[in-house]
């Protein structure tokens, strides 16, 4: 709804404009980063090595960001000399297309997991952040499972004689 219809029916609350705002917001980050891929994708295409990239066809993919979908086309290359099929774009910026979320977005899911007392208010959490349900409670799980641990620190020292195991359904 508009701010011209909220006026003449005079029910102009700030909750209305902030999420109005929001998807506004949401779309317009949505052009603007499709826009982007898009433009890098077309100069690999005028820059690739043209005897080992051959331009197979454009295909449509949509990944899940932060501020919501983001649909857009990316050019499907012959890797001539390793005999497959591969996008320029996703190995240019590190990321894996066939994923359907975007690596801040999975950063997030996780982070949300581990705070969070459950998978399920995670995906809650994040319904709420971007205004619509993104990913499932097992997918956030799966994302979990598949993370690495950095930080992971082995104990070299025992400090007592309980062990508490904090464990997820019905195995450890």
Same mark, same amino acid.
């Given at each position: 709804?508009?701010?011209?219809?909220?006026?003449?029916?005079?029910?102009?609350?700030?909750?209305?404009?902030?999420?109005?705002?929001?998807?506004?917001?949401?779309?317009?980050?949505?052009?603007?980063?499709?826009?982007?891929?898009?433009?890098?994708?077309?100069?690999?295409?005028?820059?690739?090595?043209?005897?080992?990239?051959?331009?197979?066809?454009?295909?449509?993919?949509?990944?899940?960001?932060?501020?919501?979908?983001?649909?857009?086309?990316?050019?499907?290359?012959?890797?001539?000399?390793?005999?497959?099929?591969?996008?320029?774009?996703?190995?240019? #910026?590190?990321?894996?297309?066939? *994923?359907?979320?975007?690596?801040? =977005?999975?950063?997030? +899911?996780? &982070? %949300?997991? $581990?705070?969070?007392?459950?998978?399920?208010?995670?995906?809650?959490?994040?319904?709420?952040?971007?205004?619509?349900?993104?990913?499932?409670?097992?997918?956030?799980?799966?994302?979990?499972?598949?993370?690495?641990?950095? #930080?992971?620190?082995?104990?070299? *020292?025992?400090?007592?004689?309980? =062990?508490?195991?904090? +464990?997820? &359904? %019905?195995? $450890?």
């Amino acid at each position: 709804m508009n701010i011209q219809q909220h006026l003449t029916t005079n029910s102009l609350t700030w909750k209305e404009i902030e999420l109005d705002l929001f998807r506004a917001l949401q779309n317009a980050f949505a052009e603007l980063f499709t826009a982007l891929l898009e433009d890098i994708d077309r100069q690999l295409a005028e820059t690739r090595d043209k005897r080992r990239y051959h331009l197979k066809d454009k295909r449509r993919t949509t990944i899940q960001t932060l501020f919501g979908e983001v649909t857009f086309e990316r050019n499907y290359y012959l890797d001539r000399e390793q005999n497959r099929y591969t996008f320029l774009l996703d190995s240019f #910026l590190a990321f894996d297309g066939s *994923q359907s979320i975007s690596p801040c =977005l999975e950063e997030t +899911a996780v &982070g %949300l997991a $581990v705070e969070c007392s459950s998978y399920r208010k995670a995906a809650r959490t994040l319904a709420q952040m971007i205004g619509y349900p993104v990913m499932s409670h097992e997918a956030i799980r799966q994302l979990v499972l598949e993370a690495e641990a950095p #930080l992971h620190c082995p104990v070299n *020292q025992r400090y007592g004689r309980v =062990l508490f195991v904090e +464990a997820d &359904g %019905l195995f $450890v």
